[in-house]
């Protein structure tokens, strides 16, 4: 399954480091997603974008800057990173329609912060 | 507030038998979607299955069924004849719908997983 693609899968990254990850899907959805899976901890919701427009951003600190230029394409930069920020952050899709809106995740980026 | 209880950190169960993985949610809505996800060790998220909360029956897609206990708000996996490959995180996730941008989106809240480990 390619719907929902993400690079780089991995990333080391210094605190003074800028990086950005990349989502991107191939299925047509109007709503991108970026979550944050820390260890022993669930799923945390970053960001959500509808149609281009940033609709959700839980609390998430500056550092931490979405993009998203097209339907298709999502971005985070990142930039003066803790360690305490280093998981797996996954980006997810859905139509955005319905009630049964189903997210599809793609395979994660797994960032380490030193 | 939503909220999404998975009892049970880890199973284990002998391949080809069955196993049933616990979610109990809570919330005040009417209308609300039930999900879950599995994880492998590679990290992405499969999604599996879904129950609306105004479904009269049961889901089921293939090996897995929803066991849909409105009244007792529990929204149980039951996967059949497990195979190794069914080895992985599974996460219980609930959705309220949320409008805003001109569409309306799932957000979704996710419990704490559990691991299952089918041995051969």
């Known amino acids: 399954e390619t719907g929902v693609t993400q690079t780089p899968r991995h990333l080391v990254m210094g605190m003074t480091n800028k990086k950005s990850l990349k989502c991107e899907q191939h299925l047509g959805h109007n709503a991108m997603y970026w979550y944050k899976q820390s260890a022993k901890k669930p799923l945390e919701l970053m960001f959500v974008?509808?149609?281009?427009?940033?609709?959700e951003n839980n609390s998430v600190p500056s550092r931490f800057s979405p993009e998203c230029p097209n339907s298709s394409h999502l971005f985070l930069h990142l930039h003066t990173l803790q360690p305490e920020d280093s998981a797996l952050y996954l980006c997810?899709?859905?139509?955005?329609?319905?009630?049964?809106?189903?997210?599809?995740f793609g395979p994660g980026t797994r960032l380490t912060v030193l | 507030a939503q909220k999404i209880t998975q009892t049970q950190p880890g199973m284990f169960v002998q391949e080809k038998e069955a196993v049933t993985l616990d979610c109990t949610y809570d919330t005040s809505d009417q209308s609300y979607g039930l999900f879950w996800y599995k994880q492998p060790s590679s990290g992405e998220m499969i999604f599996l299955i879904y129950q609306g909360s105004y479904d009269e029956q049961n889901a089921t897609e293939g090996r897995y069924s929803l066991n849909f206990q409105k009244a007792r708000k529990s929204a149980n996996l039951v996967i059949s004849a497990s195979q190794l490959g069914d080895s992985a995180m599974y996460f219980c996730a609930m959705r309220e719908a949320t409008n805003a941008g001109g569409t309306s989106y799932g957000k979704l809240t996710f419990g704490q997983g559990t691991i299952l480990t089918v041995h051969p």
């Open positions: 974008y509808s149609l281009e427009e940033r609709v």
């Open positions: 997810a899709s859905s139509r955005g329609q319905g009630a049964a809106d189903t997210q599809y």
